[in-house]
């Protein structure tokens, strides 16, 4: 989740259902054992339940597919330094999804750069 989260940053996890997620949130589920934190690029209603589409902010790799029995959470804070962010607020919400569209762009961006600058 680099750069928006970096190493030794603390998160706070609430428990939440798969409908009260929405595109931009950061979620934390369980896979291969290990806890994972990504944000939330899709949502889809599968009639039995929702299918969630999760990747890391400096990631242009295909999604992680993350199903409802594998989700933990949503973060709702952040600890950076010993100071809490809230991911609550009505700004927050629209920068964490402005992310999920600009984030992908800008990787794209620069992987084209980095092809084009090695030949």
């Given at each position: 989740m680099w750069p928006y989260l970096r190493t030794g940053d603390k998160v706070v996890v609430e428990r939440v259902c798969s409908e009260d997620l929405r595109r931009g949130d950061i979620i934390v589920y369980q896979s291969g054992?290990?806890?994972v934190c990504h944000r939330l690029i899709?949502?889809?209603n599968r009639g039995s339940g929702f299918l969630l589409f999760s990747r890391g902010d400096a990631s242009w790799?295909?999604?992680d597919t993350v199903t409802g029995d594998m989700l933990v959470g949503r973060v709702s804070a952040v600890i950076k330094n010993g100071k809490i962010k809230s991911l609550e607020g009505c700004?927050?919400?629209?920068?964490?999804?402005?992310i999920v569209i600009v984030?992908?762009?800008f990787?794209?961006?620069?992987h084209v750069l980095?092809?084009?600058c090695t030949k």
């Amino acid at each position: 989740m680099w750069p928006y989260l970096r190493t030794g940053d603390k998160v706070v996890v609430e428990r939440v259902c798969s409908e009260d997620l929405r595109r931009g949130d950061i979620i934390v589920y369980q896979s291969g054992g290990r806890f994972v934190c990504h944000r939330l690029i899709r949502k889809l209603n599968r009639g039995s339940g929702f299918l969630l589409f999760s990747r890391g902010d400096a990631s242009w790799s295909c999604p992680d597919t993350v199903t409802g029995d594998m989700l933990v959470g949503r973060v709702s804070a952040v600890i950076k330094n010993g100071k809490i962010k809230s991911l609550e607020g009505c700004s927050r919400k629209l920068l964490n999804r402005a992310i999920v569209i600009v984030l992908p762009l800008f990787a794209r961006t620069v992987h084209v750069l980095e092809v084009l600058c090695t030949k």
